[in-house]
């Protein structure tokens, strides 16, 4: 008895025609945000690189805002989502503090455009509709970072260097600070940058002995006793008294 036939494989669906112009005004977008930035680049310039009329980029996106959102949405989306994941592990804190530098610098490799302007362009005036969402998002990412500084320091694992949600904001400013300089074609690579930014932050740039013999006395008198030292406000960011 011949067996049967196998079913030749389904074709996959092509795109609809609206689904790759939208691609294509997106994909336009990005390479033109990220040249001369969000606010000096007009619907007319999407639309003359897209090969289109300033008219058609209406049925598919209301406003730029609404194309900026498009772009950096997923990304930061997906890194709110890869930290998440590393403060659920159970892994240590030091663990933990690798990790949430490898998901934080691996997005500049695999989607660095996307990531450079998330980060650049997202707090202009013209772009509040955007500021709005991010900033909840941004939100909920800073505050795993500042846990994640937290339970170090509670268990002993990280030095008791300052407030967490200080540390944190040092240590995400030391990473968001890629978007201004990073180019995966000409840098190193991210591999590289994630074991030379864990190693400052676990191992530190001044040798042990070094340190003691500067930061001694007269440095501790001079920053003052901890609870003297100027805080930042969780809201604003602002120095403020203990």
């Known amino acids: 008895m011949k067996a049967p036939k196998a079913k030749p ?31 000096n680049t007009s619907l007319d310039d999407i639309a003359r690189e897209t090969g289109i ?3 058609a980029i209406y049925y598919y996106f209301k406003d730029r805002a609404e194309i900026l959102l498009c772009i ?4 930061t ?3 709110v989502d890869g930290l998440e994941a590393v403060v659920k592990s159970g892994a240590d804190s030091t663990t933990k503090l690798y990790e949430a530098i490898r998901n934080h610098l691996e997005r500049f490799d695999r989607h660095c455009l996307e990531m450079t302007i998330s980060l650049r362009d997202v707090y202009l005036d013209d772009a509040k509709e955007v500021r709005r969402e991010m900033d909840k998002i941004w ?26 949600k200080m540390v944190a904001f040092a240590i995400l400013g030391m990473c968001n600070w890629l978007a201004r300089w990073y180019d995966p074609r000409k840098s ?11 190693s400052m932050l676990a191992y530190g740039l001044v ?12 440095l501790a008198a001079k920053r003052g006793k901890p609870s003297e030292r100027p805080r930042l406000t969780a809201a604003s960011g602002r120095r403020a008294s203990r």
């Open 9 to 39: 494989a389904e074709k996959a669906a092509k795109p609809k025609k609206s689904e790759l112009r939208r691609e294509s005004i997106l994909k336009h977008a990005l390479a033109l945000f990220d040249m001369h930035g969000f606010a």
């Open 53 to 55: 009329k300033r008219e």
């Open 72 to 75: 950096i949405r997923p990304q």
């Open 77 to 79: 989306r997906s890194l």
């Open 139 to 164: 939100r909920q990412y800073e505050s795993m970072w500042t846990q994640i500084v937290a339970e170090g320091q509670a268990s002993g694992q990280f030095a008791q260097v300052g407030d967490p």
């Open 188 to 198: 190193v690579s991210v591999e590289e940058l994630i074991e030379t930014y864990f």
């Open 207 to 218: 040798k042990k002995s070094d340190a003691k013999a500067i930061g001694g006395p007269a």
